[in-house]
């Protein structure tokens, strides 16, 4: 039998005490042991008092030494952005399937069908854990994938063909445009980043003797650190802009304000200007290397850490922490060389 303590004289008084004795009695008179029975209701009070914020970073401690630290990392993003800031002051006990429900709605109508996929998986993950722990009594998020809304088929971003890359690049150099924008379209087509971790780029980022470019982990969350192979060709375009924009901070130091990188529209609209609006996009550029490195039978975890994709199987994005540098470096210099064999059998054709 657990020893009683009923608390401490003169918080309690003896009116007080002699009452709660007499229950504790009665309660051995009915076979129940009054000292686990008080552990019990101490207990039942903490888990109606859990809020789902607590659960859901008890959830994702508990799980984390067994994930792999980019998809802590992920699973700790997704906490923060989406599953906490509505239902996260809650009481775990007191969320309904229709919460639950509507979050996911919100979600999904922002076109994030992605995001409410990973979203249900982890709130049925959370719910799960919660019973297990004894810190829940019930799993409100089962069988979320049944309210799925349909997802769109995929929109790819247009982008014209390698065979025609040539004259889009011959069209981009004749134009009247901005040298800045020139290069960062050149860019654009030999590494496969995305416009956005290009513009931002700091020159620190860079290290132009050993042909590697870090994007750290804060300018790609939620996704891990990203090494980006540089071909020569990139590497002679870079130290061309180091003559330019070297002494800022930023490679593509915006024209009014150096401290900031040019604008996102700029290297579509340029790309618009020579005739490629609806053909083309600076993202396309990505889909383009995508398509014509898979058609050239290069192994897919090459072209998809090149492109800094997550896997969409969690179990092997958290085995699979290879980032292929030697092979990527190869790849995209057989890229890049291919690229100019293209254009070089494109001059002599016009010649």
Known sequence: MVPLSFGPYPDLTLVAAGKKRAEARQLMLEGIDPGEQKKANKLAQTITGL??????????????????KSTADKAAAYLESDLLPAPGHRPAQAITRPELVALIRKIESRGAHNVAKKTRQR???IFRFGPAQGAAEANPATDLDVIAAHAPATRHHP??????????LGKIEAANINTLTLHAIRLLVLTAVRPGELRAA?????????????????????????????PHQAVAILRQLEEVTGGYALVFAGRNTTNRPMSENTINKALADVG????????????????????????????????????????????????????????????????????????????
Not at 316 to 344: G, K, P, V
Request: hydrophobic residues 35%; charged residues 25%; contains cysteine.
């Open 202 to 230: 700091p020159w620190a980022e860079f290290d132009l003797d050993a042909a590697t470019w870090t994007i750290p982990k804060a300018r790609m969350k939620p996704c891990p650190p990203h090494i980006v192979p540089l």
């Open 123 to 125: 709130l049925s993950q």
């Open 51 to 68: 809020t789902f914020e607590t659960l859901a970073r008890e959830w994702h401690a508990y799980r984390s030494p067994r994930w792999a």
């Open 159 to 168: 982008h014209v063909t390698l065979a025609e890359l040539p004259e889009l």
């Open 276 to 351: 490629y609006k609806g053909r083309q996009t600076g993202h396309g550029f990505r889909h383009l290397l995508s398509t014509e490195l898979n058609r050239r039978s290069y192994i897919r975890d090459w072209i998809e850490r090149q492109l800094a994709h997550d896997d969409d199987d969690e179990i092997r994005d958290t085995y699979n922490h290879a980032t292929y540098l030697e092979q990527r470096r190869e790849m995209m210099q057989a890229w890049a060389d291919s690229i100019d064999a293209q254009c070089a059998g494109a001059n002599v054709a016009n010649a």
